[in-house]
């Protein structure tokens, strides 16, 4: 008997068949923000069987993968469910940036790789603020931030750091370096929909003194409309979504070194509605 | 940019009709959807802009710079900001 688990965003619901109640679970735990069950005779998106030397193979439209491990397995799907989760919501502007809601207002963090997103993320999540996303939120064109609840990419070392596990894989090895997931549904969970109090340039510098000053808004604005990934609506849209997220929003530039820290800092720099 | 003695001499060119101009606090923001920059224009450039449609020439920016901020500036010197926002339009590809 197969299992069947649904990741729905959008209209139509991404289908996954599982072999056995164990992988559809494992599968679930991916992206368990929009797991859930799925009614109709839609075609699967993916099919999960294992062959007979014990490999998983992977089935899609476009052909078949092979996975000598569930691991292997797994780390592929919650790639392919991110870029499918993300295509079934064209509708809405895909930013880079990391968020959290504070008095019903949110905070993003703009900012390349390695600026500092997804500590910061954690950082809210770990002291009681919903969280938007630790790399991706999606904005709609009235100007509210939603979530995307794809699960957190941590250091295990900076896990353990706050007291979540050993900083050690599970398989016993020292790669620290290693990454692991943290689910904010454990802790304060995804914010929901909301303007945006705050837009912050942020910038993770070892050992660095926190530093806050002001951006200007064109050049927030610049850097959210250069944020905007291809995987959503883009160009125009893009822009003007922008400039709605930027027009009431304190604009920030952070520098920072403890990302606990500068959490804070950003929350503390919302103010609530008027 | 050819400055001529009139101000009236020629239209100002045409801005291109998908490039989008908004204000943001002091200044205006023109984005470019086809090389996805953005231009941040201070009121005087804004000005321009929004007469640069193929048919107004200098003399009608500077009718609307006199409506909108008095006398404060010579006539020259607004012909020499409005020629050199016209050349830097010309310059980000942004006229028809």
């Not at chain 1, 998106?45 to 899609?60: H, K, N, Q, Y």
């Not at chain 1, 009681?128 to 957190?152: C, S």
């Not at chain 2, 400055?3 to 009236?8: K, V």
């Amino acid at each position: 008997m197969t299992h069947l688990v649904a990741f729905t965003l959008g209209r139509r619901p991404i289908r996954v068949r599982a072999p056995d109640a164990a992988t559809a679970g494992a599968i679930a735990s991916l992206v368990p923000g929009y797991a859930g069950s799925a009614n109709g005779a839609d075609p699967d998106d993916v099919r999960v069987e294992r062959d007979p030397s014990g490999a998983w193979l992977a089935r899609f439209p476009e052909g078949d993968a092979r996975f000598e491990t569930l691991d292997d397995l797994l780390e592929a799907l919650e790639y392919l469910l991110t870029l499918r989760l993300l295509a079934s919501a064209t509708d809405r502007v895909h930013l880079h940036a990391a968020g959290a809601v504070v008095n019903g207002r949110a905070v993003l963090a703009l900012g390349p790789s390695g600026s500092g997103k997804s500590s910061l993320a954690l950082h809210w999540s770990l002291s009681g603020y919903p969280v938007l996303g630790d790399d991706i939120v999606m904005a709609d064109e009235t100007g509210l931030v939603h979530p995307f609840k794809r699960l957190f990419s941590v250091h295990r070392a900076r896990l353990a750091a706050c007291g979540l596990g050993s900083g050690r894989p599970a398989d016993g090895s020292a790669d620290v370096e290693d990454e692991a997931w943290f689910d904010p549904a454990t802790r304060a969970g995804w914010a929901e929909p909301a303007p945006v109090g705050v837009v912050a340039m942020v910038r993770f510098v070892d050992h660095g003194q926190l530093s806050v000053g002001r951006l200007s808004r064109p050049t927030a604005l610049a850097a959210l409309t250069a944020g905007a990934m291809p995987s959503g609506a883009g160009g125009s849209q893009a822009f003007e979504t922008a400039l709605r997220l930027t027009a009431s929003a304190s604009t920030l530039a952070l520098t920072f070194g403890k990302a606990e820290e500068a959490a804070l800092a950003l929350a503390r720099a919302v103010t609530p509605p008027a | 940019v050819t400055t001529t003695g009139h101000p009236d001499a020629m239209p100002l060119p045409r801005v291109r009709d998908d490039v989008i101009l908004r204000p943001l606090d002091d200044d205006w923001v023109a984005y470019d959807p086809q090389t996805q920059q953005l231009h941040v224009l201070n009121p005087t450039a804004a000005l321009v802009w929004v007469h640069c449609t193929g048919e107004f020439t200098r003399s009608a920016v500077i009718a609307a710079f006199r409506e909108a901020y008095g006398d404060r500036v010579a006539e020259d010197q607004l012909v020499r900001d409005i020629n050199a926002a016209v050349a830097e339009f010309r310059r980000l590809g942004l006229f028809v």
